[in-house]
Structures are given as C-alpha cells and as structure tokens.
C-alpha cells in the first residue's frame, strides 16, 4: 500500500507522516511513537530543572561552590545572565531539530549540515562527545544523589559514609532507574507526569515553605549585592591573587553546570508524535521553564540563610538552609522531595542517553549489537543496560582520587556543550546545507547562532580554569586533562581506523537500510505497475516481484552487492524528490 510522503514544510499531523519524515532521513520507525509535546517537554525538563544546586556533588555542594565562587550576588545574577545565553542555544539547537528529527541528535545533525566529503569526520567526533558528556550527565546525577543521601543520613543520624557504601547506593539508584526504563513508553508517560509535579508544584512548595517558616529573611541587597571569596584559605583567594572579576567568572560555573541535558528532547523525538513541531517546542520550554523554577529556588534558599558562615562551611548547605528554617524534621521532608526529583532526573537522563547509543549503535558509531530492540519491552535494552554500567564505572575513581573524579564528571558540561555547539557552527560555516523546517527563528536565526557559539567557547575556556587557591594535585582542575584525552581519543580514533568505515549514517551494513530498501521496494513496486511493467495479474493489473527490483531471487536475478543497493536508495531518494538538507 502506497503512503503519501511529505517532501516540503507541512507539518506532519498523523503517525504515518512522521515515519515518513523519519523515512526521508534514511531510517524506518522502530521505537513507539506515543508521547506528545507534554511528554518531551517533562523528560528535558525533568533532567535541567533538577540538576541544580541542591545536588551533592565532587565540590560537595553545587551551591556551597556558589556561596564560595562569588557568594550571593554571583549566584543571583550569575544564573540570570545564563538562562539568557543558554536559551540562544537551545532555540539554535530547536531550529536544526525541527529540520532532522532523529533520535541521533547533534551528531547526525552534524553530519546532515557539513559537505559529503567531511560529514562522517564531523558526525564521529560530535558523537562521541555526546556520547561521553551524556555518560558523565548520568553519572553526576546519580552520584550526586548517592552523596546527597550519604550526607544527609550522616547529618541527620551520625552515619558514617564511606566511598565503598556511596557506591552501593549509586548501584542501587542505578539498578532501579534501569528496572524503570525497561517500562513501556506508556508507562513511562506517567512517570513524566509524576516528574513535572514533584519539580514544579513540590519544588515550588518547598520555596514557600522556607521563605514563611524561616525566623528571618535576608535583604535584597544580601542576595543580589554581597560578594563573597573562599577560594582560598584565610581570604586569600583569586580575588586577592588575580581578580574579583575571576572569582565571578569561576562562580558563573555554578548555573552554568547545571542547566544542560536538554538534548533530550532532540533524542527521543522518534517517540514523539509531531516531531518536526513538537521536539523543538518542547526542548526550548523546557530550558526557559527550568530556568525560571531554578532562579525561583535558588532565591529562595539565598532569602532563608539564616547564619551565612554556618551555612557555607556546612557538608550540606541546602540541608543547613532547611533544618533552620523548617526544624529537622521538616528539613528532612523536603530533603526527601528533593531527592525524589534528582532520582526522577537520573531516570530520564539514562533514558535520552539509552536513545542515543541506540541512534549511534545504528549507524556504526559503537557496536552495532547495541541497535537492537527488545521484543518483549519495546525498548532499547541493551543500551539502557550499557549506558548503566558506563555510568557506574565513570565514578569508580571516587576509591581513589575526588580530584580525578572532578575531572571525569567535568566532561559533563563541556562534553554536552561542544556536542551542541558543532551543529550550530555548521549552520553558520555551510548555510547552504541547512533548509529550516517549521520551527524557525527567521532574521535572528544567525544572529543568535553566532551568540550561541560565542557563549560554548566562552565557558568552554572558563571550564579550563583553576576554581581554588593554592593549585596544588589535590585542588588542580582536572577537567582540561578529561577534555584532551576525549579529543585525542575521538580525533586519533577517526585518523587511524572510524575514517575508514565510518560513514556517519547507517549503510548497507545495517538491517534498518534493508527494512528501508522493502519499504522502497514497495513504492517501486507501486510506481511499475502504473507504468505497464511486470508480470501480468490475474485482474488485469500487473505485479512487479520486490526479489527482482533488489536481486535477491530468482534464478536470472543478479545479487546486487550493499554499495549497489545504497546507490539504489539514493537514487529512489532523488527521484521522490527528498531532502538530504
């Protein structure tokens, strides 16, 4: 049976069109394609609003590393000028979404945007950067929330937390959010659901909860105006040795490590109905919505500090700021909140990454053993399971060094970011390669892609950057070491054997190509009976055999070789008239 394929900008509206478009980008629809604009949005949404500063992590506490890194004023204003920039990103990244809906995301994206001859060198070297960045995102919000338990009890309690049973907790994090996953897509609408009102109506609540229950509030000026050094010991820190403006740099980290993961929406768009409007809505809300939940918190917290230094010099700032305002009982409810909405965070990070590898797997960019779904679950797996065990394994370093840790879960923020940022340089280097599809930015499409690029090698180089005084192997910033060896690693990979093989998108080498070839098949067949060609039928019309278009039977049909079946994809391609951007 014959479907009508959507070659221009008209919006797909039913489930056939959207398999359509995903067939125009060489793909057939293998995942369920039940979620909707709402469901997009949570899971993006659910991963940035989460990962803010509440979150145990390397440096302890992301917010004790704001209150040291600048204090109040640059946390304040910090997350404000953020939002700003990283909200360029996300509508670059929405507009090159809404044109390539494919659960690869940048790294496909990269490869549709950059000539022919350079496309698989680009497609390889953003994927693994994703790849990585998307690995290291699940780590830190796991590990995170194991540290956030581990502290809490030992707050709450006196239990002693040692690196061996933090990591018992992560493996237990991990094992559930695994189970989870394997849930059907239906199932795990509900979860989203659960997810966006623990991180709008229980965060909210909590806000408010704090701000009435606390004995007093802090001024205007103290959470907007007061600047703060302890970067290093007795107030000597890189104020005094290089520059208040540094230390605000440095401080700006803080929002910065948190808002990101919202590829996500670009990841699980072969599951969203209306992909080509709904993916890029859904990951440009999902940005200005947890850029605003987020301030409102972090406000929130800064007007209930109640003893500044107290809080500062606790393990667990955000748990000083609650048990002071609300009691320890009260503290240790809306600690629990809090963590149910990190857990939920982890949960639908390890989704995206699954859909990741499942789309890179697909193309041959890690074993394609890993591009299978499962019969029974309907889901991708074997990469849950693999993107599982590599977050684990990414923090088995805590036995050893908390520095090497902060480098490897540094690659987090600026793996993720560079992925983001190739794509978005392509439509600028090539603009002849990108054809906007319905969600465009029209006039300030360049301009903000520019700014957008600008902003990743700003904090891509501030990243780079010692954040604590004297420098010494304990306190040494790691994440320049993470960043070259996943440079060399992804640049030296492609040099001496991915440039041979690698192609950027699945070839005859890939069971999806042949599932795409009957599909084409069936069109061909189709567009020969209207011609006069084929065997005759019995009603008059006439049958064309699919084994003889594509040489795989009878005995005068010739086997095409798999270079010769893709050319017979390309050129069925061009002769429908589809894109290839």
Request: charged fraction near 15%; glycine fraction near 12%.
């Amino acid at each position: 049976m014959s479907r009508r394929l959507s070659t221009g900008h008209g919006l797909p509206i039913t489930k056939a069109e959207d398999e359509d478009r995903l067939a125009q980008l060489g793909y057939t629809q293998e995942l369920k394609r039940e979620w909707g604009l709402m469901h997009n949005f949570g899971a993006s949404f659910s991963i940035i609003v989460c990962f803010h500063p509440v979150i145990d992590d390397y440096r302890k506490s992301l917010f004790g590393y704001g209150l040291n890194s600048g204090g109040p004023a640059v946390m304040s204003i910090g997350w404000l000028v953020v939002c700003i920039f990283t909200a360029c990103i996300g509508c670059s990244m929405a507009e090159i979404l809404s044109q390539i809906p494919t659960s690869g995301g940048p790294y496909f994206w990269a490869y549709m945007l950059s000539p022919p001859d350079k496309a698989p060198f680009f497609a390889w070297v953003t994927g693994w950067f994703n790849l990585i960045g998307q690995i290291a995102v699940t780590s830190g919000i796991d590990f995170g929330l194991a540290n956030l338990i581990s502290t809490t009890a030992a707050v709450i309690n006196g239990y002693h937390p040692t690196g061996g049973k933090t990591l018992g907790i992560l493996a237990a994090i991990l094992v559930s959010q695994v189970a989870v996953n394997m849930f059907s897509i239906k199932k795990l609408k509900i979860m989203i659901y659960i997810s966006v009102a623990l991180n709008t109506a229980g965060i909210g609540s909590m806000a408010v909860a704090i701000l009435i229950k606390a004995k007093t509030r802090q001024s205007l000026a103290f959470v907007f105006h007061k600047f703060f050094d302890g970067t290093g010991p007795d107030g000597q820190g890189w104020s005094v040795r290089a520059s208040p403006v540094y230390v605000a740099l440095i401080g700006v980290l803080m929002p910065q490590y948190t808002i990101l993961g919202y590829d996500a929406s670009a990841h699980l768009c072969e599951e969203t109905k209306r992909a080509v409007r709904d993916a890029p809505l859904g990951l440009v809300y999902s940005v200005g919505a947890s850029g605003i939940v987020g301030f409102l918190v972090l406000i929130a917290l800064l007007f209930a500090i109640q003893d500044f230094e107290a809080v500062r010099q606790s393990p667990q700032p955000v748990l000083k700021i609650l048990t002071d305002a609300c009691g320890e009982g009260g503290g240790l409810v809306l600690m629990v909140i809090i963590m149910l909405c990190i857990w939920h965070c982890g949960l639908f990070s390890l989704t995206s990454n699954s859909r990741m590898m499942f789309a890179f797997a697909r193309d041959g960019g890690i074993p394609h053993c890993l591009h299978i779904i499962d019969t029974r679950f309907k889901c991708p797996v074997r990469t849950i399971l693999f993107g599982a065990v590599c977050s684990f394994l990414l923090v088995l370093p805590v036995l050893g060094s908390q520095a090497a840790l902060a480098g490897t879960t540094s690659i987090a923020t600026i793996g993720l970011y560079i992925s983001y940022g190739i794509p978005i340089g392509l439509t600028l280097v090539y603009p002849a390669n990108f054809k906007r599809g319905p969600f465009r930015l029209g006039f300030l499409s360049k301009p903000i892609g520019v700014i957008a690029c600008l902003w990743i090698t700003f904090i891509t180089l501030i990243l780079c950057l010692p954040t604590t005084t004297p420098v010494t192997p304990g306190t040494l910033n790691y994440t320049p070491v993470a960043l070259g060896i996943t440079a060399i690693f992804s640049f030296a990979s492609w040099k001496f054997w991915a440039k041979k093989w690698f192609t950027g998108r699945c070839r005859n080498h890939c069971r999806i190509c042949i599932r795409q070839l009957d599909f084409l098949g069936e069109e061909m067949m189709g567009r020969t009976a209207s011609s006069g060609h084929g065997a005759e039928q019995p009603g008059g019309g006439r049958r064309y055999s699919r084994n003889g278009i594509f040489g795989t039977g009878g005995r005068n049909q010739p086997r095409l070789t798999g270079s010769q079946r893709h050319i017979l994809v390309d050129r069925e391609f061009e002769v429908r008239g589809y894109r290839e951007l």
